[in-house]
């Protein structure tokens, strides 16, 4: 059974500070990594996917990286700003294309 | 595009009555997903649909849950007879094919009393 883990559980940062949240797996047959975004009260925002022979996918300033064979992924957001408070899950979808999801990082950015 | 509708957003409820939740996926998807999240648990995977049809329905918790998917552009969550222990969110999501992005819709948060 696919385990997904996000450290930390949470994250406090000034403004302008870069993000780092990491998400790792322990089965590493995946077919794609997807983070998320979920606001309090609010469904899930998808904000990057990665096919399993990628390496990495950015959007502005949003960049996620994947190395399956250490069962890593890392989502970096550059220079903080408080509307990018929030809860961040990446999930996994493996072969039978379910998605597994990580408890998620809560994210706080300080004005 | 409307995205995923739910409906209702909010329910509350007496313990041993049933509920219908309700699920609009996003036109031209193919794939209906319905999720629960818990503190404790997270959000699992109840069941999907392909093309309305039930593909893998081994995350639904128990006989009193089950979900239906008449059309490409409905489908429902029931749960007969609710008990505490089902309060959640519980998510409606989909897709245009299996590897492509879900999108979520807003949840439904149940309260059993």
């Known amino acids: 059974k696919q385990e997904v883990t996000q450290i930390p559980a949470a994250l406090s940062v000034p403004e302008g500070e870069n993000l780092v949240l990491n998400c790792s797996f322990t089965?590493?047959?995946?077919?794609?990594l997807q983070w998320f975004r979920q606001d309090p009260g609010k469904g899930l925002t998808s904000l990057l996917l990665i096919q399993s022979s990628q390496r990495e996918q950015t959007s502005g300033r949003l960049n996620a990286s994947l190395d399956k064979s250490s069962g890593r992924s890392t989502l970096y957001i550059a220079a903080s700003q408080p509307g990018d408070s929030a809860t961040y899950l990446c999930a996994v979808k493996m072969r039978d294309y379910k998605l597994s999801f990580g408890a998620g990082t809560t994210v706080t950015v300080r004005a | 595009d409307a995205g995923v509708i739910q409906s209702p957003r909010h329910e509350v409820t007496e313990m041993g009555q049933e509920v219908t939740l309700r699920c609009k996926p996003i036109s031209g998807h193919d794939y209906l997903f319905w999720y629960r999240q818990t503190m404790m648990r997270g959000l699992e995977l109840l069941i999907y649909f392909n093309n309305n049809v039930p593909i893998d329905d081994s995350g639904m918790p128990e006989d009193r849950f089950s979900a239906k998917m008449p059309n490409a552009s409905f489908s429902t969550l029931k749960i007969q007879p609710s008990e505490p222990r089902d309060s959640a969110v519980y998510f409606c999501?989909?897709?245009w094919g299996q590897g492509e992005k879900q999108y979520f819709g807003p949840g439904t948060r149940l309260t059993v009393t």
């Open positions: 999501a989909s897709s």
């Open positions: 089965d590493s047959a995946i077919y794609n």
